[in-house]
Structure formats: C-alpha cells, structure tokens
C-alpha cells in the first residue's frame, strides 16, 4: 500500500503525484489532515529523540553471566 498526498477541495481530493492504479479501480481512502508542523520540525524533534531517549528503567544485568549467578 502507498501513501498518497493531497488537498481536498469539496468532494474531491487533488493528489500531489498519479496513483499507479488503472481508472476504474475501486479504492479505500483515509482522510487524515496533516499538522502544521514542517517536516524540518519533525526531524529534529525525532532527532533530538534518539540522542536524549527518557529514561525507562534502571539496569538490572551488565552481562548475561550475572543473569544466571542468581
């Protein structure tokens, strides 16, 4: 399944790119609207993610060893 994008006008949606579909064809769409938010804002929060991930839990074993002392 492909993502497609576009901009609803009235009872029809304009699709940035042509589907590689033939006419005719039936087809499920999802309306969901996009954020206002630029992409440059998602990656860097993404980002900023990966190098700062929250904290989940503590380190119960450093080696697979100490797992099995006890």
Not at 11 to 38: I, K, M, Y
Not at 44 to 53: D, M, N, S, V
């Amino acid at each position: 399944m492909k993502v497609y994008r576009g901009i609803v006008r009235g009872n029809t949606v304009l699709l940035e790119e042509t589907p590689d579909l033939p006419d005719e064809t039936p087809a499920l769409v999802e309306l969901r609207p996009l954020s206002q938010e630029g992409e440059e804002a998602i990656v860097a929060r993404h980002i900023a993610f990966l190098k700062h991930p929250p904290k989940v839990g503590r380190l119960l074993y450093r080696k697979r060893e100490e797992l099995y002392e006890r």
